[in-house]
């Protein structure tokens, strides 16, 4: 099932290498996106916040956050989110290698949308993005959040 | 020492005198003869008399009753003092006062007596003296009133034994007296009980001693009393029958009193050779005592002192020179602000207060310098009773606990290093969970993605590479989790409580249901008992030695065995499988962490479940271990302890072996874990 439109994504995600696979595996996924990529957590407030270099950024539809950032780190980064009014609505998938359990109830503790932990293969990789492309794109209405 | 144990033995005695002399008076107002003289022909208690036994009487009865004001008492001893003085004067100045018979007339006339209703002079002394030993009392030396009262005592004791032998003679004999016996009675009984009352009681008080010496006083006393009264009675007694002659009594009498003295100081010498040797025995143990006392004293690696309750130090011991850099010489005698810098001083002086106070044990630390050098002490003061459970010192002993204060102080430092180290080692877990998997996903994600998009470029060697390249770090990433799992063992266990192990196999092969099922392995379980463990931990041991039995399977479908028995307070439990097993050799490798036995082409796996195993029961206090033979099958063994309250005849009974394990439902993670583990 393929979304008829264009979404921003923003993938906060500091390793160039799963950047890349990130987008590779939108690419095959077929998901028709806008993936925007921030590589720390500071960078991804000013985006959030349109400061700076990102005055002009549209506001993501949906938000991967690894947890493993430099400067501000993920789980920091969730929380302000989730503490400012204006962005608290955007979806945030938690998207990280950790397996650990307090790092998995915080998140959630933290109002994160869902929990993904990176698989090694590349295969259930793309699955897994296919398969959140099915449940955010196509089951859950995204709030405007132009509201 | 005797004290007079009935204190109110004097007034009795005061009250028996003025009984014993009213009946007097009534026997006179009667004409009662029996009242007056008790028998016939025997001198009576003349009215006079009666009267001044009243006098006295009341008087000592009246300073018995210790009223506030002591002139009643006082009055009637001087009433009876100028009485008494009235009744001598008639015979010291050969006078007629005519107050003999101012009373009652004296008609008896049946006893020759010089002037009927008199007094006799005996009497008028004694009361004299009687007294003024009492209105004496703090104005004369108690030693001098006693000389009194002993020569009143005297005088009615030698009349008291005087009427045996009158009533052999005749009595006649007695006339010049004329005192009557109830008289010579009160007067003894008077005499005595003024002599028991006396503060300074001299060398009463050493008839009456507790002691070797009074015992033998009053032997000797009582033997010079009684023998020369008895035989001179029965002498007498033989003279006046004509058996004897009036030389040969004298002389037998002599003899017989030498005799009977003799053998009655003979006695006594022996008494005192026993009480000397006693003494002698208690001075030496007394002495043998003081040198344990001292020896324990000085040879103590405590300091340890006595003082007073008024803070004087009256011993000390050698360590406690060395604590205050004082010798002994110069401690002893010293109070506490003498001796002690005012660092301790305010502590000692509190603990001081605090045992007087308290009667109790008190203890504190204190730091001092000992030879320049700073140490801690602990100090234990405790209150010391006499026999009559009063306070009469206060010990107290002071311990360098330096060393013991620097090894807490050391194993501190030590458990704050452990639980840093500790820390690290969980932060490893986690790095090696997050960081060290990242690269990895690198690899295999990149080449997987290579050899999907270039397949068609690549030849046969390029895409075997690749496999290899993606196989390794898979194996990489299951290892590092196994590590992951293995070092969570401790971090993340539960604190154990009891658990009905059979529920933990029942958990744990439901987890394995999928490879039991293919397998077709058949398991048996045996009664399980309760232990104290994490659940899911013992169910983690019981799933990964099953899951061995059936991995390393032979030719025959596994048929393995569970059961326990138990052992001083531990359940051993057994799982033991028809596999290939294996040689006794490596039974100590196979527990330590990715070692393995097998090629991992034959079989997968890590090996971390022995591990895992073997810090899971270690982590309970229990042992692990194994008993195999190649193709002839392993056991495996572990330990976990009981619950201690069990009845014990919770035996695990072979005979009650059940069949077991019926389909579990699924149980989609934990069977992801189970296939992790292995």
């Given at each position: 099932m393929e979304g008829t439109e264009m979404i921003d994504i923003l993938l906060v995600e500091d390793n160039p290498g799963d950047v890349r696979l990130t987008q590779e595996a939108f690419k095959e996924g077929r998901l028709r996106n806008q993936l925007h990529v921030v590589m720390d957590g500071e960078a991804a407030m000013q985006y959030l916040k349109q400061?700076?270099?990102?005055?002009?950024a549209p506001r993501p539809d949906l938000i991967l956050l690894d947890l493993n950032l430099p400067k501000m780190n993920g789980r920091e980064v969730l929380s302000a989110i989730k503490h400012d009014p204006d962005l608290k609505r955007i979806p945030v998938v938690v998207l990280t290698t950790s397996q650990d359990e307090t790092d998995i109830t915080e998140s959630y503790r933290q109002f994160a949308s869902s929990y993904i932990v990176k698989p090694v293969s590349m295969e259930k990789f793309i699955g897994v993005v296919s398969s959140f492309k099915e449940y955010w794109l196509s089951v859950v209405k995204l709030p405007n959040v132009q509201e | 020492m005797i004290a007079i144990t009935n204190k109110d033995l004097p007034k009795k005695i005061s009250l028996l005198v003025l009984g014993v002399a009213l009946l007097v008076l009534v026997g006179w107002w009667l004409q009662l003869r029996v009242l007056t003289s008790i028998l016939p022909g025997l001198p009576s208690m003349k009215a006079n008399t009666a009267l001044g036994f009243i006098l006295l009487g009341g008087a000592l009865y009246l300073r018995e009753?210790?009223?506030?004001?002591?002139r009643w008492w006082k009055l009637l001893a001087l009433l009876s003092l100028v009485f008494a003085s009235l009744l001598l004067s008639q015979f010291v100045f050969n006078?007629?006062?005519?107050?003999?018979?101012?009373?009652?007339?004296?008609?008896?006339?049946?006893?020759?007596?010089?002037?009927?209703g008199r007094t006799s002079a005996p009497t008028a002394v004694a009361f004299v003296l009687l007294a003024l030993a009492m209105l004496t009392e703090n104005r004369l030396k108690d030693r001098h009133r006693q000389t009194m009262i002993l020569v009143v005592l005297l005088l009615g004791l030698s009349v008291f034994f005087s009427y045996p032998f009158s009533w052999v003679y005749g009595t006649s004999l007695f006339s010049y007296t004329g005192m009557a016996l109830h008289t010579s009675v009160l007067i003894v009984l008077l005499a005595a009980i003024m002599l028991l009352e006396m503060k300074q009681r001299g060398w009463v008080d050493l008839i009456l001693a507790n002691n070797a010496i009074g015992q033998n006083t009053r032997n000797l006393l009582a033997a010079a009393l009684v023998t020369p009264f008895l035989l001179g009675w029965l002498i007498f007694w033989l003279q006046s029958r004509g058996v004897l002659q009036a030389g040969l009594a004298s002389s037998s009498y002599a003899v017989l009193v030498m005799l009977f003295l003799g053998a009655v100081i003979v006695l006594n010498a022996v008494n005192l050779q026993t009480a000397e040797t006693s003494q002698r025995l208690l001075r030496s143990n007394l002495a043998s005592t003081q040198q344990q006392f001292n020896a324990l004293v000085q040879n103590s690696p405590s300091a340890i002192i006595l003082k007073s309750?008024?803070?004087?130090?009256q011993m000390v011991n050698l360590p406690f020179e060395k604590l205050v850099g004082l010798p002994a010489d110069q401690v002893i005698g010293r109070i506490a602000e003498d001796i002690f810098s005012s660092e301790l001083l305010p502590k000692v002086l509190l603990s001081d207060q605090q045992v007087l106070s308290s009667k109790q044990v008190v203890s504190f630390e204190a730091q001092a310098r000992l030879e320049g050098e700073k140490r801690s002490y602990l100090c234990t003061k405790f209150p010391m009773f006499d026999a009559n459970g009063d306070l009469v010192s206060i010990g107290a002993i002071w311990t360098d606990i330096t060393e013991q204060k620097k090894l807490a102080e050391h194993l501190g430092q030590k458990n704050e290093e452990l639980e840093r180290s500790n820390k690290e080692l969980e932060q490893f877990a986690y790095v090696a969970s997050h960081d060290l998997q990242e690269p990895l996903r690198m690899v295999s994600s990149y080449m997987q993605l290579l050899e999907s998009r270039y397949r068609k470029d690549l030849d046969g060697d390029a895409l075997d590479f690749i496999n290899y390249a993606v196989d390794g770090a898979q194996r990489m990433q299951r290892l590092i989790q196994d590590l992951l799992s293995f070092s969570r063992v401790g971090t993340q266990g539960q604190p154990p409580e009891p658990v009905d192990a059979r529920q933990a196999v029942d958990d744990a092969l439901q987890n394995l249901k999928v490879r039991i099922e293919e397998t077709g392995a058949k398991i048996t379980i045996a009664d399980l008992p309760q232990v104290v463990a994490d659940k899911n931990q013992l169910a983690q041991v019981f799933q990964n030695l099953v899951a061995n039995a059936i991995k390393f399977r032979g030719e025959a479908a596994p048929k393995i065995r569970i059961s326990a028995s138990q052992v001083d307070g531990f359940a051993e439990f057994s799982i033991k499988d028809n596999g290939i097993g294996f040689d006794a050799k490596y039974t100590d490798r196979?527990?330590?962490?990715?070692?393995?036995?097998?090629s991992r082409e034959l079989y997968e796996g890590t090996g971390i479940g022995l591990a895992i195993c073997k810090k899971i029961v270690e982590r309970h206090s229990g042992r692990i271990w194994v008993e195999s033979k190649p193709g002839k099958g392993s056991q495996f063994f572990f330990t976990f302890p009981l619950v201690?309250?069990?009845?014990?005849?919770y035996a695990l009974d072979a005979q009650r072996e059940t069949q077991v394990w019926q389909q579990p439902q699924n149980d989609e993670s934990a069977q992801q874990r189970a296939d992790r583990m292995l």
């Open positions: 400061q700076g270099d990102y005055a002009a | 009753m210790r009223l506030p004001q002591t006078l007629n006062l005519g107050i003999d018979q101012a009373l009652f007339p004296d008609n008896f006339g049946d006893v020759q007596e010089g002037l009927p309750t008024q803070g004087q130090y196979i527990f330590v962490i990715f070692q393995r036995l097998n201690p309250e069990l009845p014990p005849d």
